[in-house]
């Protein structure tokens, strides 16, 4: 039920870039991405609802392709301060029910 | 604005003893939230509030935990008997609404069960 994120974990070199993809079994309304730093609680990245809109945010987009319950977070030029691991968070249709994917650990190095 | 409140933000106990979590939301957030996050894993929906009703609790093991959010505003999670799996950082957000908005998060309520 838990939607699968992949990869599990990937490791940059400043200046690359990296796709996180969120998968889920269930009809979603919207999802959402966050980033969660160690010992931190998870920061807002970006909200996506269904219509299969794209966003951006300076260096960092996503996708949501509705019918397929898919979406994809694209980190390019990848900077130090875009370490930790990454969450999708998806609203069920119909119920609302907010839950978070299985998580990708990302690691930029210098 | 002030943010969402949480206490305690560290809390030990023995197993078998009870705790308690408090979480006062963004006035005006009709959508309350709590997650437990263990270690290494990612935040797992316990309950979730609209207004002072429950939109889902299917994952909250009842037979232990309880919430609730009396007048829709400000909730409590509470633990009781704790056991050794139940440490993890208890967090609480809230939301504007369901699905179209961001959740802002708390600063969490560390548990450890001894």
């Known amino acids: 039920q838990q939607p699968v994120q992949s990869p599990q974990a990937v490791i940059l070199r400043e200046g690359e870039d990296a796709v996180i993809n969120c998968s889920s079994s269930k009809a979603l309304y919207s999802v959402h991405w966050y980033r969660q730093k160690h010992g931190e609680a998870p920061v807002f990245l970006m909200i996506l609802l269904k219509g299969g809109e794209q966003k951006g945010h300076d260096k960092i987009s996503a996708s949501f392709n509705e019918k397929k319950q898919q979406s994809s977070l694209y980190l390019t030029a990848s900077q130090l301060s875009y370490s930790g691991t990454y969450f999708c968070?998806?609203?069920?249709?119909?119920?609302?029910?907010?839950?978070f994917g299985t998580g990708t650990r990302l690691k930029v190095l210098a | 604005e002030a943010g969402v409140a949480q206490s305690p933000r560290y809390k030990i106990i023995e197993k078998r003893q009870s705790v308690a979590f408090w979480c006062n939301p963004i006035?005006?957030?009709?959508?309350l939230y709590w997650y437990q996050q263990i270690l290494g894993q990612g935040p797992k929906l316990l309950i979730q509030?609209?207004?002072?009703?429950?939109?889902?609790d299917s994952q909250l093991p009842k037979d232990r935990f309880s919430a609730e959010r009396l007048k829709g505003v400000d909730s409590t999670l509470k633990i009781q008997p704790a056991k050794l799996e139940d440490s993890a950082v208890y967090l609480c957000a809230s939301s504007r609404g369901q699905g179209t908005g961001e959740l802002f998060f708390g600063e969490g309520s560390r548990l450890t069960v001894l």
């Open positions: 509030f609209q207004n002072n009703g429950v939109v889902d």
């Open positions: 006035s005006g957030h009709a959508t």
């Open positions: 968070g998806t609203a069920t249709s119909g119920t609302y029910k907010y839950i």
